[in-house]
């Protein structure tokens, strides 16, 4: 099947650029943040955070219209694809159905994450110690998008699998010919196995070797590199050195959603990071219009403080940031924040 994923790979291969999308990211990459990004630095796509596939298809009313405001996107993302985490086919199969009548481009399984929430139902990281039922969760999926009714008139759409090297070590001989035994369109390998959760350094090496043994395989899915990449630049060489057909990036992006546009490296919070040559008064101009699109977008089903630790990464490395950034560590509203940075603009003729 002809698929957005094999578009991008032809483009890539005539350009000569990298393939570069966002990572999945729960409580950062939401509805408001991706609509920043889509206009500040655009991505080649964009993932929504991970989603119950279980809770979409048996929650009640309530439980489910707030995971239907998780998914809401705006035209202006696209391409987009849904992140789904669950161990049970059937329900997979539903809400597979439902992520293609939503009219996302892609739809993708969370088999990666080592929250011990998602692995008490037995998914996300977890399906690595179980790889039938992962196929068969995958399979699911697969059926799933190409039944139902298709709201853009397509047969299908691409489904992708995002996961580890392994669980306590490094699996991938075995763990990955089991997920291309069932022909996803690509699969993103996150350079860690779960055991080292993020506390080691991502190993690329394994990126290299998923790219080989896909190509033992003679499997068509694309595979994907993951893991501590800092700047575009970054992502193009750590593809050229692996052969890995495109790069996911993640916390890069805080902070800083000019990342996919235009960057430079400089260090934040957590490692060194490229960051946009952005004055400080654009930074917290956008900052508040992020504020402002949470607030209306979400403010009825997120907490504020989820902004908080965007605060902390726009508001660092220029005068006066330590202050600003105490002051909006107490905002409960956009209103708020949006004064206090007006006085700080005024007051430091900004
Ligand atoms: C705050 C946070 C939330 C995350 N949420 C998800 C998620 O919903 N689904 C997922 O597959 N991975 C999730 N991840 C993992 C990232 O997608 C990514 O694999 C990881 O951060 C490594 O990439 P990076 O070094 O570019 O950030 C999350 C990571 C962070 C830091």
Redesign the pocket.
């Known amino acids: 099947m002809k698929n957005f994923w094999q578009d991008l790979k032809n483009k890539s291969a005539k350009s000569g650029k990298t393939i570069c999308v966002l990572?999945?990211?729960?409580?950062?990459t939401d509805a408001a943040f991706r609509r920043i990004i889509a206009k500040y630095g655009k991505p080649d796509v964009m993932w929504t955070?991970?989603v119950s596939a279980d809770g979409l298809i048996r929650a009640n009313a309530e439980g489910k219209k707030k995971l239907l405001r998780d998914l809401a996107f705006d035209e202006s993302e696209r391409p987009i694809v849904a992140?789904l985490f669950s161990s049970n086919p059937e329900y997979m199969y539903q809400a597979a159905k439902m992520i293609r009548e939503m009219g996302f481009d892609g739809l993708d399984i969370?088999m990666?994450?080592p929250d011990r929430g998602i692995e008490k139902q037995k998914a996300g990281a977890a399906l690595m110690r179980n790889p039938r039922l992962a196929r068969e969760v995958l399979r699911a999926a697969l059926q799933g998008v190409s039944d139902g009714i298709d709201p853009k008139g397509r047969k299908s759409i691409p489904v992708s699998v995002?996961t580890r090297v392994g669980y306590n070590k490094n699996e991938l001989e075995t763990w990955l010919p089991q997920l291309l035994a069932e022909k996803p369109a690509m699969i993103t390998v996150?350079g860690r196995t779960r055991k080292e959760m993020?506390k080691v350094p991502?190993r690329w090496e394994n990126v290299k070797r998923a790219v080989e043994i896909r190509d033992e395989l003679k499997s068509e899915t694309l595979i994907f590199g993951?893991?501590?990449?800092v700047s575009l630049e970054d992502a193009q060489n750590k593809a050229r050195e692996t052969g890995a057909d495109g790069i996911?990036?993640?916390?890069?992006i805080f902070g800083n959603p000019w990342f996919f546009s235009k960057n430079f490296t400089e260090t934040n919070d957590q490692f060194r990071v490229t960051r946009a040559e952005i004055s400080v008064k654009e930074k917290l101009r956008v900052m508040v219009e992020h504020t402002e699109l949470f607030e209306k977008l979400l403010g009825d089903v997120k907490n504020f403080s989820v902004m908080k630790k965007h605060f902390k990464a726009y508001v660092t490395g220029f005068d006066g940031a330590a202050e600003l950034r105490a002051k909006l560590m107490e905002t409960n509203t956009a209103n708020e924040v949006k004064t206090i940075v007006d006085i700080f603009i005024s007051n430091n003729i900004l």
């Open positions: 990572a999945p990211m729960a409580d950062v955070e991970f992140q969370n990666g994450c995002k996150h993020s991502a993951n893991g501590d990449v996911m990036i993640g916390r890069a």
